[in-house]
Structure formats: structure tokens, C-alpha cells
């Protein structure tokens, strides 16, 4: 996600930024698209979701997993939806097995956006364990934080997401290693692919788009809460999640080429042979999860490939 001005050289940088990307009001009150009454309520009722799911969420542990998880896609949904946004899903995902689920990065959005229709691990900065409230919940939800300024932290992030995929868990990364505003792409980083390679699993390509672009990137130094405030002032946002045909890590020589073929899925518009021509609501769109559980811990797997030969850029 987003970042500081300053970054070690080692780290993806994006040219977008909120003067150049978003919209952001002008301090004298919300933009006109959507009206103060409409935005206090979108944000009231984003902000009392978000927190039920964490009240909530200690109620839910004892639940089948197949529950919960069901769970998680119906709150996650309902997040989006508070907050104003319209989604619409399109493809289907992997019916069984583990999965790495990669995705183009635009917005804090994408994360409950993936949730919606493929709960999984998520690969975040160190930095979204310290966010209000939404930290907390995604520490609940078992995020693998890592810190970006440590690139030694890098291989052993590898070998956690391997040991997940291994024991039959999902695990959903961004590899642009940073939010892009959806004009600006970035290139899929490798080194998370290894771990795909490593499991012998496949990966899930996602295409995230969101309309307007400028309402939802969250990109450079933007603030939390003026990005939280631009969604909900916007009079109909909408995003699209495209699953694209599932990648065999086999299929591929090493992670570089399976990244690019990553890449080059998500960057396709358009449908896919799953998806003739037509979106279908996220309740429709979600494999079966009976295969997909994430263990209660990580599990550490030594590499039949090196970690420490992953890529220096790392993950968001």
C-alpha cells in the first residue's frame, strides 16, 4: 500500500500521487456528487461494520471453518457495500486446493474486495498492523506482516506463505509491491511467485478496476481518512473484479516467468473461457472452500527452491 516520501532504494515506487491521482476535496465540505447526509452515512455505516466484524470475530472462531469463511465473504461484502461501493464480480476462481491469489493494487478497498469472493492470508506492510481499527482486523484475519524496510525479512515471508499454501491455505498478495492509481501500472514483483512454486500450487490472477479511478487510489503520502472521505463523497463508485483462468506454477520455469504470466493476465481486459461475456454477483462467484482452509499458524517448509534467492523487491 502506500508509503512514506521516503523509501529505501530497494522498494517499488509508483509516480502516482494525490495531487496528481485523487481528487481530494478542497476542505470547504464533501464533493457535491454525493452530499454530506449520504457521505456521514456511508461513513457511519462503513465504520460500524468494520467494527462488528471485530466484536464479532472471537464469536466466530469456534464455527466449522467452512462457516466461517462463509462469514468472512458475507462481511466483507458488507463492508464494500457500506462504504458506497457497487461491485461486481466476473470469472471463477479454482474450485479446490491451495491458491495464490495476486492482484493489481489501486486501493485499501481491494483487500475486502478479494475477501468478497476468495478469503485468504493477506501479505501487508508492517505499517497496516498500526492503522485504527482496520489493523486490528487484519490481524485478526491472520495477515502476514512484513516489514519493507528490512529486505533480509523478505525470504522468510517467502517460506511463511509456502508453508500456508503447502498445508492447503490461500494466500492473496499484491505483487506491484505498492498502490498504483489504476492509469499507472506497476510490474509484478517475482518473488512471491516462488512460493507458488514451491507448494506446487496454482495462482489466482485478479484484475481490480475501480470507477472513478481518482475517488478510490490511495497512493503516496494520501492520509487514511482523506481517502476514506473521498469514497464516500463520491456519488457512485464502482469496482469490477475480474478472476482470470487460474496459472499451473508447474507450467512455468522459474517465478520470473510465471510472474509475467501473471501479469499479463491481469492486464488483459475483457472475458476470460470461465467468464462468457457476463458479471455475476460475488455470492456466485466463490469456489468451494472445503480445500482452502488456512492452518491456525504458520508453518515453516524448507524450500525445494532458495527463498533467499527471491526477488529484492518486496511485497505490499
Given at each position: 500500500?502506500?508509503?512514506?516520501?521516503?523509501?529505501?532504494?530497494?522498494?517499488p515506487?509508483?509516480p502516482?500521487?494525490?495531487?496528481?491521482?485523487?481528487?481530494?476535496?478542497?476542505?470547504?465540505?464533501?464533493?457535491?456528487?454525493?452530499?454530506?447526509?449520504?457521505?456521514?452515512?456511508?461513513?457511519?455505516?462503513?465504520?460500524?461494520?468494520?467494527?462488528?466484524?471485530?466484536?464479532?470475530?472471537?464469536?466466530?472462531?469456534?464455527?466449522?471453518?467452512?462457516?466461517?469463511?462463509?462469514?468472512?465473504?458475507?462481511?466483507?461484502?458488507?463492508?464494500?457495500?457500506?462504504?458506497?461501493?457497487?461491485?461486481?464480480y466476473?470469472?471463477?476462481?479454482?474450485?479446490?486446493?491451495?491458491?495464490?491469489?495476486?492482484?493489481?493494487?489501486?486501493?485499501w478497498?481491494?483487500?475486502?474486495?478479494?475477501?468478497a469472493?476468495?478469503?485468504?492470508?493477506?501479505?501487508?506492510?508492517?505499517?497496516?498492523?498500526?492503522?485504527?481499527?482496520?489493523?486490528?482486523?487484519?490481524?485478526?484475519?491472520?495477515?502476514?506482516?512484513?516489514?519493507?524496510?528490512?529486505?533480509?525479512?523478505?525470504?522468510?515471508?517467502?517460506?511463511?506463505?509456502?508453508?500456508?499454501?503447502?498445508?492447503?491455505?490461500?494466500?492473496?498478495?499484491?505483487?506491484?509491491?505498492?498502490?498504483?492509481?489504476?492509469?499507472?501500472?506497476?510490474?509484478?514483483?517475482?518473488?512471491?511467485?516462488?512460493?507458488?512454486?514451491?507448494?506446487?500450487?496454482?495462482?489466482?490472477?485478479?484484475?481490480?478496476?475501480?470507477?472513478?479511478?481518482?475517488?478510490?487510489?490511495y497512493?503516496?503520502?494520501?492520509?487514511?481518512?482523506?481517502?476514506?472521505?473521498?469514497?464516500?463523497?463520491?456519488?457512485?463508485?464502482?469496482?469490477?473484479?475480474?478472476?482470470?483462468?487460474?496459472?499451473?506454477?508447474?507450467r512455468?520455469?522459474?517465478?520470473?516467468?510465471?510472474?509475467?504470466?501473471?501479469?499479463?493476465?491481469v492486464?488483459?481486459?475483457?472475458?476470460?473461457?470461465?467468464?462468457?461475456?457476463?458479471?455475476?454477483?460475488?455470492?456466485?462467484?466463490v469456489?468451494?472452500?472445503?480445500?482452502?482452509?488456512?492452518?491456525?499458524?504458520?508453518?515453516?517448509?524448507?524450500?525445494?527452491?532458495?527463498?533467499?534467492?527471491?526477488?529484492?523487491?518486496?511485497?505490499s
Amino acid at each position: 500500500m502506500n508509503g512514506p516520501a521516503t523509501l529505501p532504494p530497494w522498494l517499488p515506487a509508483a509516480p502516482c500521487t494525490p495531487g496528481r491521482c485523487a481528487a481530494h476535496p478542497d476542505g470547504t465540505g464533501p464533493d457535491p456528487g454525493a452530499g454530506l447526509p449520504r457521505a456521514l452515512a456511508r461513513l457511519a455505516a462503513g465504520t460500524v461494520t468494520v467494527l462488528l466484524g471485530v466484536l464479532l470475530a472471537p464469536a466466530a472462531a469456534p464455527l466449522p471453518a467452512a462457516a466461517r469463511l462463509a462469514l468472512v465473504r458475507l462481511w466483507a461484502r458488507t463492508v464494500v457495500r457500506a462504504f458506497g461501493v457497487r461491485v461486481r464480480y466476473g470469472g471463477t476462481p479454482a474450485a479446490t486446493g491451495p491458491l495464490l491469489v495476486v492482484a493489481n493494487h489501486v486501493s485499501w478497498l481491494d483487500i475486502p474486495l478479494l475477501a468478497a469472493v476468495l478469503p485468504a492470508r493477506t501479505v501487508a506492510k508492517a505499517e497496516v498492523r498500526h492503522w485504527p481499527v482496520l489493523g486490528l482486523v487484519a490481524a485478526l484475519g491472520g495477515t502476514l506482516f512484513i516489514d519493507r524496510d528490512r529486505l533480509r525479512a523478505l525470504p522468510g515471508t517467502v517460506r511463511a506463505m509456502a508453508g500456508i499454501l503447502a498445508a492447503g491455505g490461500r494466500v492473496a498478495v499484491f505483487p506491484e509491491g505498492s498502490t498504483w492509481c489504476g492509469r499507472e501500472r506497476g510490474r509484478f514483483r517475482p518473488a512471491v511467485f516462488q512460493a507458488a512454486l514451491d507448494a506446487g500450487c496454482a495462482v489466482q490472477p485478479v484484475r481490480i478496476d475501480h470507477r472513478p479511478a481518482d475517488a478510490a487510489a490511495y497512493v503516496g503520502d494520501d492520509p487514511l481518512g482523506a481517502s476514506l472521505w473521498r469514497v464516500v463523497t463520491t456519488r457512485r463508485p464502482t469496482a469490477e473484479v475480474r478472476l482470470a483462468d487460474p496459472l499451473p506454477s508447474g507450467r512455468y520455469p522459474d517465478r520470473r516467468a510465471l510472474a509475467a504470466a501473471a501479469q499479463r493476465a491481469v492486464a488483459l481486459r475483457g472475458t476470460t473461457r470461465q467468464d462468457p461475456a457476463r458479471w455475476v454477483p460475488a455470492q456466485r462467484a466463490v469456489a468451494s472452500d472445503s480445500a482452502n482452509l488456512s492452518p491456525p499458524s504458520v508453518h515453516q517448509r524448507a524450500s525445494s527452491r532458495p527463498a533467499a534467492a527471491s526477488s529484492s523487491r518486496t511485497p505490499s
